[in-house]
């Protein structure tokens, strides 16, 4: 008996998808999103508009033998990417990836500089700081091998020179990390064109990162 392929998961990964071309997230090309569940990997095909993507176009793999058994198109390309975020954190917990290219978050990524926002005290709560992981080929092994143990700590990676890659317990929460860290590098272009950000130092600051480390445990369970 095939397993049974759920409707409902390719709605919403088109509503994400939606939502992201809709906020400037994704270009006409770039970007892919998907859910795991139930032994199967949902996930967007490859260079295709979000705007137009429609439940059809979703491509559906059997993790036990990678094979596509549903969609009108071929799965993303980096779909070896996907798979692996999956099993990225040691304790589980992640249903939902998403990878793109957001404009201000990708110059950091271009830049290989992490993403501190210490002037910024819901960054810091939400984040304290978004790491980069090393370059790596897009399409290729390499591009989540360096990944290695980032997503313990975050559910958001910078990769180095290509862009990021996101996770949460749901797709929709992978899509809001996304959505506020952009707004964190977003925020710090606008900064340096009013002027010099100030840093919150000293005591306030430790508590900030105390908050951040009490939302992490919160978020895993601990």
């Given at each position: 008996?095939?397993?049974?392929?759920d409707?409902?998961?390719?709605?919403?990964?088109?509503?994400?998808?939606?939502?992201?071309?809709?906020?400037?997230?994704?270009?006409?090309?770039?970007?892919?999103?998907?859910v795991?569940?139930?032994?199967?990997?949902?996930?967007?095909?490859?260079?295709?508009?979000?705007?137009?993507?429609?439940?059809?176009?979703?491509?559906?793999?059997?993790?036990?033998?990678?094979?596509?058994?549903?969609?009108?198109?071929?799965?993303?390309?980096?779909?070896?990417?996907?798979?692996?975020?999956?099993?990225?954190?040691?304790?589980?917990?992640?249903?939902?990836?998403?990878?793109?290219?957001?404009?201000?978050?990708?110059?950091?990524?271009?830049?290989?500089?992490?993403?501190?926002?210490?002037?910024?005290p819901?960054?810091?709560?939400?984040?304290d700081?978004?790491?980069?992981?090393p370059?790596?080929?897009?399409?290729?092994?390499?591009?989540?091998?360096?990944?290695?143990?980032?997503?313990?700590?975050?559910?958001?990676?910078?990769?180095?020179?290509?862009?990021?890659?996101?996770?949460?317990?749901?797709?929709?929460?992978?899509?809001?990390?996304?959505?506020?860290?952009?707004?964190?590098?977003?925020?710090?272009a606008?900064?340096?064109?009013?002027?010099?950000?100030?840093?919150?130092?000293?005591?306030?600051?430790?508590?900030?990162?105390?908050?951040?480390?009490?939302?992490?445990?919160?978020?895993?369970?601990?």
């Amino acid at each position: 008996m095939g397993k049974v392929i759920d409707q409902s998961i390719k709605e919403r990964i088109v509503k994400v998808a939606h939502r992201m071309d809709e906020k400037g997230l994704v270009n006409a090309y770039e970007g892919n999103i998907s859910v795991r569940s139930d032994g199967l990997l949902y996930i967007t095909p490859s260079g295709q508009n979000k705007a137009w993507l429609t439940t059809e176009k979703i491509a559906v793999i059997d993790l036990a033998t990678r094979e596509q058994i549903d969609g009108t198109l071929k799965y993303s390309s980096e779909l070896p990417m996907h798979i692996a975020a999956y099993d990225k954190r040691k304790a589980g917990g992640i249903g939902g990836v998403i990878h793109c290219h957001a404009t201000y978050l990708t110059a950091y990524a271009v830049c290989r500089k992490p993403l501190e926002c210490r002037y910024y005290p819901e960054h810091v709560i939400a984040f304290d700081k978004i790491p980069v992981a090393p370059y790596g080929t897009p399409g290729t092994d390499e591009i989540h091998e360096g990944i290695g143990d980032l997503f313990e700590t975050s559910d958001i990676v910078l990769l180095a020179n290509h862009g990021i890659l996101a996770v949460g317990p749901t797709v929709e929460d992978a899509l809001a990390t996304v959505e506020a860290a952009e707004h964190s590098a977003q925020l710090y272009a606008t900064c340096k064109m009013v002027g010099s950000p100030v840093d919150i130092t000293g005591g306030q600051y430790e508590t900030l990162v105390r908050m951040h480390a009490e939302r992490v445990a919160k978020a895993r369970g601990k």
